[in-house]
């Protein structure tokens, strides 16, 4: 009860979804004509829509003033991680099958591939210092480190932007969600700088 | 657990292309038998949807020998953007487009201009089944067995004159049939271009059918260009217009990004996309990725069309 575990347990099955439904899919022979780009396509999709809703966690908190709603964020920011490494893992396995020299010259050749192979390295220390302990022996620096994200996430939008032909329609919806996400945190930092209060003020009191 | 499921997709197994070959054959033997009783076959019945089987269809010395992929893979995989960006919408979202009647102006510096309906279009020149690679520039492949016959034999009908070096080839303007078409991916009508000398190639074709049916709606029916030695999205779909002009067409694609989407568009391992790598190719249905080939391994045929040609920049 304490550690909510009434919604996490639920909630730990939702985040299992788009896996199970890929795995049934292709249980089923339903992943269509090129398996492997739908299987590429959807961990990176999923791990898009985890990185926004872990971003979303602390906005929602503060709207809703429901400070429970941080025991999920690890579980969720995990998830992202967890969609992350299967996307890598099926581009470095299904896709180039371990050509590791192709490999290496897509991420040093391929902007898109850059970015993506970057965001997801950032990633790895944040996953790795996500334990209780971690977060103790951190202190305050743990909270610097994991601002990281910011930027897996900025890399991950960008990654989608880039590799998109002609129809960028859906990368920009997962990066108009971010930077509202963002802006919102960058809102409540500058609303604590009592010069920005003052012109916030003076703005919206006309002078007379 | 993934890599052993999509292992095993291969749905070019599951579709029984053999049952489709057999059948084309047995169709196409008692053609030929029927052809000395009763009247020369009709290429089209009244009714030109997509699956009726189309007759007189003759086999061509230039189809490779290949495993076709199944009708399923080709008609369900498409890059059709008048009709969605998604590989799967334009199967489902095509359904609507009304093929007849159809007509197809030839235009522009020709000495025979005419707005031809499709079926006498199509009756130009006797039928022919093109079995052939197409690679997209997104770095897949297909084998695909066209229907069609020799853009070649248009051409030379319509007497081009000596200002007519390239020809100009228009898909269908019409958003009420075309959803895609709503929102400003590309600019509307899609615009594709040969020069005149690659338009006259024999390889390069104008296709009516697949699998010796009429041409699924999604595969872009009535008639479509297809130019087997470049990427896939030079062959334009249910053309409406071919013109022919004196200088260098600017195609759909150049619009959108010219640095990437140049007018010759030849498959080239060596000249990559500014973003990804031409090197290779995942053939669909298979696992394992291919090597490229250059002029998608039709090089024999048409490099004396390219000689001296600086392919990084006629890209």
Not at chain 1, 6 to 35: F, H
Not at chain 1, 119 to 141: Q, W
Request: glycine share 6%; net charge positive.
């Amino acid at each position: 009860m304490r550690s909510f575990t009434w919604i996490k347990i639920p909630l730990l099955a939702a985040c299992l979804l788009p896996l199970a439904s890929l795995a049934w899919d292709g249980y089923t022979g339903n992943l269509g004509a090129n398996p492997i780009e739908v299987i590429t396509r959807s961990t990176g999709t999923w791990t898009l829509v985890f990185l926004l809703i872990t971003l979303s966690v602390t906005p929602l908190r503060k709207l809703t003033g429901w400070n429970s709603l941080i025991k999920l964020r690890r579980m969720l920011g995990l998830f992202a991680f967890f969609y992350a490494s299967l996307h890598f893992t099926t581009y470095i396995w299904l896709d180039q099958f371990f050509e590791l020299a192709e490999i290496a010259q897509d991420v040093v050749k391929r902007p898109f591939i850059t970015v993506g192979f970057a965001s997801f390295i950032l990633l790895i220390p944040l996953a790795a210092t996500s334990t209780s302990a971690m977060i103790r022996r951190l202190g305050k620096r743990w909270q610097q480190l994991h601002r990281l994200v910011y930027v897996t996430a900025i890399g991950g939008v960008v990654h989608y932007l880039w590799l998109v032909k002609a129809d960028i329609r859906k990368p920009l919806i997962y990066g108009l969600i971010l930077a509202l996400l963002l802006a919102c945190r960058t809102v409540t930092r500058w609303g604590q700088i009592p010069a920005f209060k003052l012109a916030v003020k003076k703005l919206l009191v006309p002078s007379p | 657990m993934l890599i052993r499921k999509s292992n095993d997709i291969k749905s070019s197994e599951i579709t029984p292309r053999e049952i489709y070959l057999s059948r084309r054959n047995f169709f196409l033997s008692a053609a030929v038998a029927a052809a000395g009783l009763i009247v020369p076959p009709f290429p089209f019945s009244q009714e030109a949807h997509a699956g009726t089987k189309l007759a007189g269809v003759r086999k061509s010395s230039l189809s490779t020998d290949e495993k076709p992929n199944s009708f399923k893979e080709i008609t369900t995989y498409n890059n059709f953007y008048e009709f969605g960006t998604d590989k799967d919408s334009p199967a489902e979202q095509a359904k609507r487009l009304v093929t007849r009647p159809w007509t197809v102006s030839v235009e522009g510096e020709i000495r025979r201009p005419k707005v031809y309906d499709i079926d006498e279009l199509i009756k130009l020149s006797p039928l022919e089944e093109r079995i052939y690679r197409l690679r997209c520039v997104e770095g897949w492949s297909m084998v695909i067995p066209w229907v069609g016959f020799p853009l070649y034999a248009l051409i030379s009908r319509v007497e081009p004159t000596s200002k007519a070096k390239y020809v100009e080839f228009t898909t269908l303007l019409d958003p009420k049939q075309m959803p895609g078409q709503r929102r400003g991916v590309l600019d509307w009508p899609y615009v594709e271009g040969l020069r005149i000398d690659e338009a006259m190639h024999p390889l390069a074709i104008l296709a009516v059918g697949l699998y010796g049916e009429v041409l699924p709606n999604q595969n872009g029916a009535p008639i479509r260009l297809v130019v087997p030695w470049k990427y896939g999205f030079k062959s334009v779909k249910s053309i409406v217009r071919i013109r022919f002009v004196e200088r260098q067409p600017s195609t759909a694609w150049m619009k959108a990004a010219p640095h990437e989407y140049g007018f010759y568009s030849n498959v080239n391992p060596e000249v990559d996309h500014p973003r990804w790598s031409q090197a290779r190719e995942r053939r669909i249905g298979e696992f394992t990725k291919r090597k490229t080939f250059l002029f998608n391994g039709y090089r024999e045929q048409v490099a004396s069309l390219y000689q001296g040609m600086d392919f990084k920049k006629y890209f």
